[in-house]
């Protein structure tokens, strides 16, 4: 049973910092690529970030380039997304997510992903 667990959100200000954790089990760790969607009330989830597994390589969301850094531990089979600069537009459940797909694969699209953690809230005020 693959599991997927979402730690670390929170209520910070306008500028600082949070760090994102998503611990996993049930499979071997290295064997998805993993990425980072977020969904604000009233709008679609979208991709943040992802890391994929052959490479390591790591691709962003516009939005959050230079401020936000995804990495992953394999020894710990733990996700991570550093979040600095961080802004009230940035407000959002956070979600971590695994697929199949190997370097290149559309790492946008939240119907490539096979399991989804519950979830960790982030609230920025202004």
């Known amino acids: 049973q693959v599991q997927l667990v979402e730690s670390g959100g929170g209520s910070v200000q306008a500028g600082g910092s949070l760090r994102l954790s998503c611990a996993a089990s049930g499979y071997r760790y290295n064997y998805f690529s993993l990425a980072w969607f977020r969904q604000a009330p009233g709008k679609e989830r979208e991709g943040v970030a992802a890391i994929y597994t052959g490479s390591g390589s790591t691709v962003y969301a516009d939005s959050v380039k230079g401020r936000f850094t995804i990495s992953r531990d394999n020894d710990k089979n733990t996700l991570y997304l550093q979040m600095n600069s961080l802004k009230p537009e940035d407000t959002a459940m956070y979600y971590c997510?695994?697929?199949?797909?190997?370097?290149?694969?559309?790492?946008?699209?939240?119907?490539?992903?096979?399991?989804w953690g519950q979830g960790t809230q982030v609230t920025v005020s202004s």
């Open positions: 997510a695994t697929a199949l797909f190997d370097d290149g694969g559309p790492w946008w699209d939240d119907n490539e992903y096979n399991y």
